[in-house]
């Protein structure tokens, strides 16, 4: 597609259930991000990819949290035993090579209830 | 280490009146500056980018920012703003190929 899409755009889940957010970026954009924005927050970064690089996890919160990208396209962002100091916005943007700024998709809005 | 702080949360104002969100940054070394827009329920959308070259960047909608090294800033500006410019403003700042760091963001509220 022309833009990032990102699936559910929206999910409540139950505390203590695992759900998987997923991101599909734009077709030849080497570099993929997760951030997360909560409420009145700014964003706050959870993960980066960069081709066939490993990926920086440094922003991930806890060990519940992780992602995979799968043959350096569509990535997952899988949340473990969720709480409810996790709902978020969860977005994901990807960028090329050439370009230093970012294409966001529109998020996964995260409630846990 | 490289921060952003935007100065105001929220910055109301009337149609066609100019306004001025403020951005600043600390970096130790040459950085590319961003600013975004989020309108509600939406992901963020690229206005302007400094990466080299003149100081003063002009972006889409209007809009435009000039980034001042001596005072570390990169203030977003338009002359007369419209209803449809209401929205959340993000500042970024990136050192090389370090990760962006985002503010918290500026809400403009433009009011008829």
């Known amino acids: 597609g022309a833009g990032v899409s990102q699936s559910p755009s929206n999910k409540v889940t139950e505390k203590g259930k695992d759900v998987e957010l997923r991101c599909d970026p734009i077709?030849?954009?080497?570099?993929l991000y997760w951030y997360r924005q909560s409420l009145g927050q700014g964003l706050e970064f959870l993960i980066y990819?960069?081709?066939?690089?490993?990926?920086?996890k440094s922003g991930l919160p806890s060990d519940r949290f992780s992602a995979e990208r799968t043959g350096g396209s569509v990535s997952t962002l899988t949340i473990q035993r969720t709480q409810q100091e996790d709902s978020a916005v969860y977005l994901c943007?990807?960028?090329?090579?050439?370009?230093?700024?970012?294409?966001f998709g529109s998020g996964t809005r995260l409630t846990v209830v | 280490a490289q921060s952003v702080t935007q100065l105001d949360s929220q910055v109301p104002v009337f149609e066609e009146a100019p306004v001025e969100l403020r951005c600043n940054y600390s970096?130790?070394?040459?950085?590319?500056l961003f600013w975004y827009v989020q309108y509600p329920n939406q992901g963020l959308q690229l206005l302007l980018k400094?990466?080299?070259?003149?100081?003063l960047v002009k972006g889409i909608n209007g809009f435009e920012a000039e980034f001042n090294k001596s005072q570390t800033s990169f203030h977003l500006r338009k002359p007369s703003v419209h209803i449809s410019d209401t929205a959340e403003y993000f500042c970024?700042?990136?050192?090389?190929?370090?990760?962006?760091?985002f503010g918290r963001g500026t809400s403009l509220i433009v009011h008829p």
């Open positions: 943007a990807s960028s090329s090579d050439l370009d230093y700024g970012y294409t």
């Open positions: 077709s030849g954009h080497t570099a």
């Open positions: 990819f960069q081709g066939n690089s490993a990926p920086d």
């Open positions: 970096s130790s070394v040459s950085v590319y």
């Open positions: 400094y990466l080299s070259g003149s100081t």
């Open positions: 970024a700042v990136r050192q090389g190929s370090y990760i962006p760091t």
